[in-house]
């Protein structure tokens, strides 16, 4: 397993989030962050390539050692032939991709009793685009970001059934579609092409809890167990640190409106989450980040460094302690 940095856990940082009044990012500069701590790729949105040139960013990549994922969003296919295009000419092993329909925290109100025609649209539009993957050689990876539940995944990697389709496994976001994250991990496992490696940590509330962002192994994912599942699956998988947005998610498993349009679901795997829920929670207190108490620039460029340095020391910790097992 190879890890490298993705640019969206610090969007203020990086001049990627438009009140951070910061300039962007360059691509180099993101190789440059990653070869500093010592990490083996990078997560390139695409916005970064506007103004590149994108043979010399892949050259660089290739003399720097550096695996490259490529960021986009959306299912449609020209947009998508795009981005597969472009990503084969970076040597880009992966194009991550997000389909939406839902809004962030697994709520599936805007699309009330037309999810399944969206899945169908979504269904066609990515085998379309897994052809032109396997063509470019590139991984096509779909990202359960908050919005595709396991079900769902498992389905779209089933019927489309190429090498070159899979998943990209965000290691928080489980709990936004209300699914345990180990179990979901194991049965995702066999399809995953990229990861990011996120962790949140859990407060309570009265229609369900809140997802807050947090160093990794400060939250409630169980990061060694994670690396186990995969090290079976696939071993040589890349992943990108990408720590949580600067706002909260809402996660209403409680509320009667979060569920319809989900895959059904039993009591015992509602009690399953409910209870890594219970389980992992903070106690009662304020849960915001220093972007949603509208603190100063500086404070939360500085919050997002010192979670990404933890965030460092911790997979540093975890490595040593795998060798030594």
């Not at 390539?49 to 020209?78: C, H, N, P």
């Not at 972007?291 to 404070?299: H, I, L, S």
Request: proline share 6%; hydrophobic share 40%.
């Amino acid at each position: 397993m190879r890890i490298g940095l993705a640019a969206y856990g610090t969007t203020f940082s990086m001049g990627l989030h438009p009140k951070s009044n910061r300039p962007r990012i360059s691509a180099q500069q993101l190789m440059d962050q990653a070869l500093a701590a010592n990490l083996q790729g990078v997560e390139i949105p695409v916005s970064l390539l506007k103004d590149e040139d994108v043979a010399s960013v892949a050259q660089a990549a290739r003399a720097q050692g550096l695996f490259i994922t490529l960021a986009t969003g959306g299912y449609t296919i020209e947009p998508l032939r795009e981005t597969i295009q472009l990503g084969a000419q970076l040597g880009a092993e992966t194009v991550r991709t997000v389909v939406g329909g839902a809004k962030i925290g697994g709520d599936r109100r805007p699309l009330a009793g037309r999810w399944q025609p969206f899945l169908q649209d979504v269904l066609a539009h990515l085998k379309e685009a897994t052809a032109i993957a396997e063509q470019s050689g590139v991984n096509l990876a779909v990202e359960n970001h908050q919005d595709l539940a396991s079900e769902e995944l498992l389905w779209l990697c089933e019927s489309i059934a190429s090498a070159r389709f899979g998943i990209t496994l965000d290691t928080g976001n489980p709990l936004a579609t209300a699914e345990e994250p180990l179990d979901y991990f194991r049965r995702v496992a066999p399809y995953v092409k990229n990861v990011h490696l996120k962790d949140y940590s859990l407060y309570l509330s009265e229609e369900g809890y809140r997802l807050v962002r947090c160093p990794l192994g400060q939250g409630g994912i169980d990061f060694p167990a994670l690396f186990k599942i995969l090290s079976l699956s696939c071993p040589n998988v890349t992943m990108s640190i990408e720590l949580g947005a600067l706002e909260a998610r809402h996660i209403r498993v409680l509320a009667d409106d979060y569920w319809p349009d989900y895959p059904p679901r039993s009591a015992a795997q509602l009690a399953q989450v409910l209870r890594f829920v219970q389980a992992n929670a903070k106690p009662a207190g304020d849960w915001r980040t220093p972007f949603e108490r509208e603190e100063p620039t500086e404070d939360i460029i500085a919050y997002e460094q010192q979670q990404l340095a933890v965030s460092l020391a911790y997979l540093n910790y975890v490595q040593i302690l795998k060798a030594t097992m």
